[in-house]
């Protein structure tokens, strides 16, 4: 099983930036980014195959978060810039898609505990 922790998470004020990171190991195929605000659904926001090829972005991040993967050092990054308020939710990492639809579905079987993501106005 894969196992992930995620950091990077904090408070900034909007239009600022911050990296997300996600160490993990064991084999895994797609990895991902979510996210989940107070009274929202989980939303997936990012996800890319371990060994390359285009990503996969939601519209509401799309031209303003950026995802990434060093396997060389087991980490995959969400690097998040102009942030809103609404980019406010705790953001989980995921690992080992296992359904047969889109990848920004919630159907991973490993998922981090999450870290706290706050972008005041």
């Known amino acids: 099983q894969v196992r992930l922790r995620e950091s990077g998470g904090g408070s900034v004020q909007a239009g600022g930036s911050l990296r997300l990171s996600c160490t993990y190991s064991?084999?895994?195929?797609?990895m991902a980014w979510f996210r989940q605000a107070p009274g929202k659904e989980r939303e997936g926001i990012a996800a890319?195959?371990?060994?390359?090829?285009?990503?996969y972005y939601a519209n509401s991040v799309a031209g303003r978060f950026t995802i990434a993967q060093d396997n060389a050092k087991n980490t995959m990054y969400l690097q998040m810039n102009r942030l809103k308020p609404e980019d406010t939710a705790m953001y989980y990492c995921a690992a080992d898609f296992y359904g047969s639809g889109r990848v920004l579905q919630p159907d991973y079987n490993s998922w981090g505990q999450g870290t706290q993501v706050t972008v005041s106005s």
């Open positions: 064991g084999y895994t195929n797609y």
């Open positions: 890319i195959y371990s060994s390359g090829g285009d990503p």
